[in-house]
């Protein structure tokens, strides 16, 4: 079974500071693993993912994510916030192999940045 | 770019009434999805629809739901009696299929059973 936990409800962050919201997966193969983005009143919207080779890998509006197989973490960070980026964001996994065609997705982090 | 449609955008609906939601995936896209999500909160994964048929289901999917793809182009959800916790957001999704993973979303249909 594959399961994604996002431990943190809510991450406070002033403008121009570095953000990291955190993301932990259990999968039985290799991963899949997305983090989507939720404005108010719209559907979720891609911003990056890890399917295979470099563990860093970088996506749209700045962000960034490391994914690290021991820990099991793929923790999304951008250098330098801003308030334009306070939304909703969601890790996802998907099992490579036997994970079916199924995304999971973990329960939301919401980041709220001030100015 | 192209965008997933998803019509209406909200819908209320009296308990134990039939309810459709309807979605255009993207044309060339071959894996279609349906999410909710209540209050703002998780988004819980219902079913995915793969070569005309249902290829995986959740807990939550039981017999009072199922999925269409009557025309080529249409991905109908259906409720055939609505009960007050059926009172979600409701999300289809589509995946191209050909090693891009990404689930594109439509904005949503926000079912309100009174």
């Known amino acids: 079974a594959q399961s994604v936990a996002q431990p943190e409800d809510q991450v406070n962050v002033a403008e121009g500071n570095p953000l990291t919201v955190k993301c932990t997966y259990s999968v039985s193969g290799n991963p899949y693993l997305f983090w989507y983005v939720q404005y108010p009143n719209r559907g979720l919207q891609f911003l990056l993912k890890?399917?295979?080779?470099?563990?860093l890998v970088k996506g749209s509006y700045g962000f960034e994510a490391e994914f690290n197989k021991s820990q099991t973490s793929f923790h999304l960070k951008k250098p330098s916030a801003l308030v334009s980026d306070s939304a909703l964001y969601f890790c996802a996994v998907r099992d490579q192999y036997t994970g079916g065609f199924k995304t999971i997705f973990g329960a939301g982090t919401r980041l709220f940045v001030k100015a | 770019e192209p965008e997933v449609t998803q019509t209406p955008s909200h819908q209320v609906t009296q308990m134990g009434q039939e309810v459709i939601l309807r979605c255009v995936p993207i044309?060339?896209?071959?894996?279609f999805y349906w999410y909710r999500q209540i209050l703002g909160q998780k988004v819980e994964f219902l079913v995915s629809?793969?070569?005309?048929?249902?290829?995986?289901k959740s807990e939550i999917f039981d017999d009072q739901f199922s999925v269409e793809r009557p025309d080529g182009s249409n991905f109908t959800l259906k409720i055939r009696s609505t009960k007050l916790e059926d009172s979600a957001m409701y999300f289809c999704a589509s995946r191209e299929g050909t090693g891009d993973e990404k689930l594109f979303f439509g904005s949503g249909t926000q079912l309100s059973v009174l």
């Open positions: 044309s060339n896209h071959l894996y």
């Open positions: 629809f793969y070569n005309n048929e249902i290829s995986e």
């Open positions: 890890y399917i295979t080779g470099d563990n």
